[in-house]
């Protein structure tokens, strides 16, 4: 059965964004490919022959997880494809979607549309890292390297954590603020100075869109069973100070190199807490184009 033909539009980025954020991602284009009833969609940087890697963002979140890192990778040669995954940002939730192992089949029919040169690179930040695994899991064609940043799913506890606050209950305005902070501190950055009037923003009109809201699977070590069956070269970022494995790296480090069968590298960002992407952009545009280029060198 031949593919349905689809065409791009021009982006349209969050009118918060700073001048110079804005200008840089102008160039961007958006896609709608098929999912359930509805439509999913990407965004796409760069120029179409070259090779593609796709950011998958994570939990309650958008493409915006990423825009940090978007410019560089573009900038490198790199055609950039970030969707807003399935019942987050301005995609569809079919109804059979409750959890990361429903989204694989869009994923790969999006991918498929969007005709990417050969095998792409995958980059997934936590829910969007479990994701990509199930994906490769399912379609193993898809990709050659799969790259987990701040990816749960390790079946290491970390009993101390804060807990997250509800919101949704909550006026608009300064009370929900007040919980996004207290939510970013708790599991995405590290450091108060990290949060910025961006951060919040994109926080904000993240959250408000999540429609995947009794989603488990974070909880089990589905990355952990999954990454034994992956074909792909696997690798891993994480903040040093990763909310999800306080203390602990070390045991998820040692535990991917023994169940990956083609591992990669562990790469450990200082300072940094669970969004390393965002609190370090320029410390991981560093490391990640170091990984994506090393598998190039190596192929």
């Known amino acids: 059965m031949p593919l349905p033909a689809i065409s791009s539009t021009p982006i349209v980025v969050p009118d918060f964004l700073p001048p110079k954020l804005r200008q840089a991602l102008a160039d961007g284009r958006r896609w709608q490919t098929p999912c359930g009833e509805g439509h999913m969609v990407w965004h796409d940087w760069g120029d179409a022959l070259n090779p593609a ?35 987050f940002g301005e995609s569809h939730l079919p109804q059979d979607c409750t959890d990361t192992q429903h989204l694989p089949q869009y994923l790969h029919q999006g991918l498929q549309l969007l005709a990417p040169q050969g095998p792409v690179r995958l980059v997934g930040f936590s829910f969007g890292g479990m994701t990509a695994a199930l994906w490769l899991k399912d379609y193993p064609q898809d990709a050659l390297q799969l790259v987990l940043v701040g990816a749960p799913g390790m079946g290491i506890k970390v009993p101390e954590r804060i807990p997250l606050k509800g919101w949704r209950h909550l006026p608009g305005g300064a009370p929900r603020d007040a919980v996004h902070r207290h939510n970013l501190l708790a599991l995405m950055l590290k450091h108060p100075e990290s949060l910025d009037s961006l951060a919040l923003d994109l926080h904000r009109a993240n959250v408000e869109r999540d429609r995947m809201p009794r989603r488990r699977l974070s909880g089990t070590p589905i990355v952990a069973d999954t990454l034994p069956l992956l074909q792909a070269s696997v690798s891993a970022i994480y903040g040093e100070h990763d909310a999800l494995y306080s203390g602990r790296l070390a045991e998820v480090q040692a535990l991917m190199q023994l169940l990956a069968p083609n ?4 790469h450990s960002v200082p300072g940094a807490g669970h969004w390393v992407q965002y609190e370090a952009s320029q410390a991981l545009d560093v490391v990640l184009q170091q990984v994506l280029r090393g598998l190039s060198e190596k192929g």
């Not at 900038?75 to 399935?86: I, Q, S």
């Not at 591992?263 to 562990?266: A, I, K, P, R, V």
């Open 53 to 87: 890697v796709v950011l998958l963002h994570g939990g309650s979140g958008s493409w915006t997880h990423w825009l940090n890192n978007i410019a560089p990778l573009r900038d490198a040669g790199w055609r950039v494809l970030a969707p807003d995954l399935p019942g």
């Open 263 to 266: 591992w990669g590298s562990w």
